[in-house]
């Protein structure tokens, strides 16, 4: 017997509240465990709770960037 494909944990990153929360809505309900952050500082702790198989994310944000967030959660999820 196959066993089902394990949900993906998506992290949505956007400092508009209401796009993260939107797209996070949408692929909750496509089947995705999906957690919202509103900034890079905020992504990187969530990131290290939830261990995401995906990040999506804003790049232009207030303080800390897309980018910036991206290479630091590399550091500590290199896959």
Known sequence: MNSPDPIRRVLVV????VISDSLSL??????FACKS?????QAIDVARTILPDLIISDILMTGMTGIEAAITVR???PD
Do not use: H, V
Request: charged content about 40%; hydrophobic content about 30%; overall charge negative.
């Open 26 to 31: 949408i692929l909750s309900k496509s089947g």
């Open 75 to 77: 550091e500590f999820l």
């Open 14 to 17: 956007d400092d508009e509240r």
């Open 37 to 41: 952050a509103y900034n890079g500082e």
